[in-house]
Each structure stands twice: as C-alpha cells, then as structure tokens.
C-alpha cells in the first residue's frame, strides 16, 4: 500500500512539473526559438552561397571587360559591367525574397506554437 501511494503521489507530482513547465510556455517557446534559430542559419548559408556566386560572376565578367577595353571595345566592356551588375542585383533581390520567406515560415510556426501552448495551460487549469 505504502508503495503504491508512494508511485502515485511521485507521478502526480511529475506530471504536474512538467505540465506547468509546458503550460508557462517554455517548451513551446524554447522550440520555437530553436526553429527560429535554425531558419537563420539556413537563410545565411543560402544568403552566403548566392553572394558567392554573384562575386564569381562579376569578377568574371570584369576581367572580361577588361580585355574588350583593353582591345579599344569600349561599348561592349560597359554592356559587360551593366551585365554582372544587374545579375548581381538580381541575386541580391533572390537572397531577400528567400529570407523573407524564411522569416514568415518562422512566424508562422511561431504563432502555432503559441497557441498550442495557450491550449495546454488552458487545458490544464480546466483539468481535462
């Protein structure tokens, strides 16, 4: 008897820790952070990666303009210069769309998890 009233009152007890640990939202903030943190990361190595390329591309294309000027092709060392900016600009404006729908995703989840954890405190001072 005493063994059992002992389990009893130890599962209640856990259970409860970790319901109110939950229902402060903790849980659900801490993973919700841990997924905001990973989005980042993810949008910066992609942000990273088409930086790269673009300067690639440009440095490319440089040296290419180089030698047409060096050759006395003035106007087509100016269209190649036009060239890798505006590719440069136009990974530019990739990079901040993709980051932007990270960042969305990121509320999204965010805003879930809010809820989630709103119902479970509700939940648990209902007690169903």
Known sequence: MKTTLLVAVGLVALS???VVSAGDGGFFDRRGDRIDARLDRR???IDHRLDRRGQRINDRLDVLSEKAEAKGKFKLAERLDRKGDRI????DRRGDRIERRL???G???NLRLDRVGRIHHRRHHRGN
């Open 16 to 18: 409860s820790a970790s």
């Open 88 to 91: 440069e600009h136009r990974l």
């Open 43 to 45: 949008g910066e190595r």
């Open 103 to 105: 960042d969305l995703r």
């Open 107 to 109: 509320d999204r989840i």
